[in-house]
């Protein structure tokens, strides 16, 4: 099953994708709720080589400082921008309201320390489907390969839902006539786009908005089992679709176990008022289990022809950008096609070298407080590198790792250390002060393209009392490197699919 790490699992998997199917049809309908995730990080005042901050400025506010959902006053082309773009919030944050929920029981935030956890998980689905990716590659025949559906982005799904701390960010999309409006998860790690819908034949999780009724939309229709769409989900999933009467019914499952069944459809998206695409194919869940919190559902950016880059490349032309607020109480923004992108957003081509699975890209250098550290081109070739945006904590080779958490130490001496935190070993205890000056981080990816880390993305914040550097190493040196989330507030990322390169820009948002 494309998405368990264990190879051996792939015939247990098999059987119980078939036994949900079955047991889709049977009605008994169960709550299982799962929710999550806190963020915590930071803002700031530039030199060059360091950042002076408030030390308050790396937790969120209690209330919502929203922008406004123009992505920044950066952009090049005013006005005729905001057609295609919507906000992205932390799901857990002030902004959302799916944390407002009336019943606190739904919306138990999970500890930092789950959050990282769940992010190892992901970490470990996403490594074992490049490894056997790049396995299955030297075969060449990957069209019998049994293995061949690990090199799916698809499967790494939104890692789940997971509780994904400060990962879980959501955008509102309308779908069905009259329309619906359903806050999903985005990740750029998977490609189906999936929502729970009623009956709930099975198991629905509780969720926010109203879970959508295809019988009430008229512009629903679901997919037969021998179009050409249907088997489009093999790729898209890693599970061949199954058939119930004539329906073709998707399954897919996510590194933690959560998972989603039910029938394969298509229907009319609404992402805009002015941007509307009729017949967008997507999953009707009937049953949906995991750490999805109160969310709709899934919104896939992947690469393969059911993701909504491809559903709606003949309008944006594969092209979309998005903005990770600095904390859970600002927000950020997700806009699909070109217009308005900064002239400050800098491109370093996709690397090529690992097919088209995840979106590969090539790290060449790091710098800390200005210096670039002694680390070894065969370092970060040896392992390449991907781009998440469901990743919390980014993860580099062993040996940049250590190099870098050395070189931050030594600028940080005169700060009480901390202990280790889950996956982060280098923290501090910034009890009683109000500022600190923390080094610059930079990386340098491929064509020289060097991009500056705000704040918020070198340190995450326990509590006043342990701050930690927020990054973590990998196990193994051939472990693929992830530039995760973290790393990506504030910056304006922005991914020309069709053109091969992937753009960073400063302060797209806050």
């Not at 999805?292 to 559902?297: D, M, Q």
């Amino acid at each position: 099953m494309a998405t368990l790490n264990h190879h051996h699992h792939h015939h247990d998997w098999c059987f119980s994708l078939m036994m949900i199917i079955m047991l889709m049809l049977c009605s008994s309908s169960s709550d299982v709720d799962a929710l999550h995730e806190p963020t915590s990080k930071h803002i700031i005042q530039t030199h060059t080589h360091y950042h002076t901050l408030q030390i308050s400025s790396l937790f969120p506010a209690s209330l919502c400082t929203a922008t406004t959902t123009t992505p920044s006053s950066s952009s090049s082309t005013g006005s005729n921008k905001r057609h295609s773009t919507l906000e992205v919030l932390d799901r857990h944050g002030p902004c959302s309201q799916l944390g407002q929920d009336k019943d606190a029981a739904a919306t138990t935030i999970p500890s930092l320390s789950e959050v990282l956890s769940h992010d190892q998980s992901r970490v470990d689905s996403i490594q074992a489907r490049v490894k056997s990716n790049s396995d299955t590659n030297k075969i060449k025949d990957t069209n019998l390969n049994p293995n061949r559906f690990k090199d799916k982005k698809a499967n790494l799904p939104v890692q789940s839902g997971r509780s994904l701390g400060s990962g879980n960010y959501i955008v509102t999309i309308g779908l069905g006539t009259p329309t619906k409006t359903l806050s999903l998860i985005f990740d750029t790690g998977s490609d189906l786009t999936w929502t729970q819908c009623e009956p709930c034949a099975r198991s629905c999780y509780q969720q926010q908005d109203p879970i959508f009724d295809p019988s009430a939309s008229v512009s629903y229709s679901n997919i037969s089992c021998n179009s050409p769409q249907c088997s489009q989900l093999s790729s898209a999933t890693g599970n061949n679709p199954g058939c119930s009467s004539t329906t073709c019914v998707y399954g897919i499952q996510y590194g933690d176990q959560s998972f989603s069944v039910g029938f394969f459809s298509k229907d009319k998206l609404t992402i805009t008022a002015t941007e509307v695409f009729p017949n967008f194919l997507f999953g009707c869940g009937q049953n949906n289990q995991g750490l999805f919190g109160n969310t709709a559902g899934l919104l896939g950016l992947g690469r393969n022809s059911l993701s909504i880059i491809s559903q709606t490349a003949q309008k944006y032309g594969k092209y979309f950008s998005y903005c990770l607020p600095s904390t859970s109480s600002s927000t950020g923004h997700l806009t699909l096609g070109k217009s308005g992108v900064s002239r400050n957003v800098k491109f370093t081509p996709f690397a090529s070298s690992q097919g088209t699975s995840f979106y590969f890209i090539d790290i060449l250098s790091i710098s800390v407080g200005g210096r670039i550290l002694p680390i070894s081109q065969s370092v970060f070739t040896t392992a390449g590198s991907i781009i998440d945006s469901g990743t919390v904590i980014t993860r580099l080779p062993p040996a940049a790792y250590s190099t870098m958490s050395a070189a931050f130490r030594k600028q940080m001496a005169k700060y009480k250390t901390a202990p280790a935190y889950s996956i982060l070993d280098t923290c501090y205890d910034f009890s009683g002060l109000t500022t600190v000056s923390i080094p610059t981080i930079s990386f340098t990816f491929g064509g020289n393209v060097k991009v500056d880390l705000a704040p918020s993305g070198i340190l995450v914040a326990i509590s006043t009392s342990r701050v930690c550097l927020a990054f973590a190493g990998n196990s193994n040196a051939d472990d693929v490197g992830i530039f995760g989330n973290t790393q990506q507030k504030t910056l304006e990322v922005v991914y020309d699919v069709g053109g091969g390169n992937l753009g960073f820009g400063p302060a797209g948002c806050k």
